[in-house]
């Protein structure tokens, strides 16, 4: 059983945290907003993935309010120089600059600013804002799930009815691949946003009925998992458990659809 992060009375309340979180990303957007074309020049990191320099001035701006802000919590970013890899302490901020590099050098508006806050290893609180549409979305105040968490039992139940977010997934002969190859064949619709922040986004607001993401890193989805399950919805790994930071896959619907996308990643990616 999934339990809430442990928000004691020597810790900071996470709606001062939600605070600070806003503030932080206020700064990040509001330059980006004034940021000339050459900031959106790409290149490409060892690892193929391509990166700007707004990706790195972005993270700066909101590391540097995060850090008056709120000292004793580490920040652990995308464009971060880590010795230790992927790793998450139990308790820190996850911040992805701007998610969607990709579309974001063409001028596609699915690209968003994720930052999330990890307590006790778990996803705690998140904001969320999508530059060129203009959006923002946050956990809200509060330290346990949303009285009232909207139509986390609504939309499609089952696959054959369901439109599907997909981000992550590799060739056709790759085991995520073959995953693809299945949701093409099975769901009502596949959607590829490029932006896997903004899936999960998605789901929370009804665009998509689930999204697989694959090869997930935890500041992609540290927020929008927060804000996901304080919604109500189900988030799972490929194994049918709840998700944890380092699971090769993670689904995200009601909790019948999310089971069964598992169950299918499952049979697929192996």
């Known amino acids: 059983m999934r339990t809430e992060p442990d928000v004691g009375s020597d810790r900071e309340p996470l709606a001062r945290l939600l605070d600070a979180a806003e503030a932080a990303v206020d700064a990040g957007v509001g330059w980006l907003a004034e940021a000339g074309d050459e900031w959106s020049e790409r290149r490409f990191k060892a690892s193929g993935e391509e990166v700007t320099d707004a990706d790195a001035e972005v993270e700066r701006r909101i590391t540097r309010v995060l850090r008056e802000r709120t000292p004793g919590i580490p920040v652990v970013g995308e464009e971060t120089d880590r010795e230790d890899g992927d790793s998450v302490p139990p308790r820190c901020w996850l911040l992805d600059p701007i998610d969607g590099t990709m579309n974001f050098t063409r001028g596609a508006p699915l690209h968003a600013v994720s930052l999330g806050l990890v307590d006790g290893g778990e996803p705690a609180l998140g904001v969320l804002h999508a530059p060129a549409l203009d959006r923002r979305w946050s ?132």
């Open 139 to 270: 956990t809200g105040p509060g330290t346990g799930p949303d009285p009232d968490p909207g139509p986390a039992g609504e939309g499609a139940r089952e696959l054959s009815r369901a439109v599907v977010g997909v981000t992550g997934a590799g060739g056709v002969g790759s085991p995520s691949g073959r995953l693809l190859a299945a949701l093409l064949d099975g769901a009502y619709r596949v959607r590829m946003q490029g932006c896997m922040s903004l899936d999960l986004i998605g789901v929370a607001e009804g665009w998509l009925d689930a999204c697989v993401c694959v090869g997930a890193k935890p500041w992609d989805v540290a927020a929008g998992v927060a804000l996901l399950r304080r919604r109500g919805w189900t988030v799972l790994d490929g194994d049918g458990r709840p998700y944890v930071f380092g699971a090769p896959l993670l689904v995200a619907a009601n909790g019948p659809l999310a089971r069964e996308l598992a169950a299918l990643s499952r049979a697929r990616l192996r």
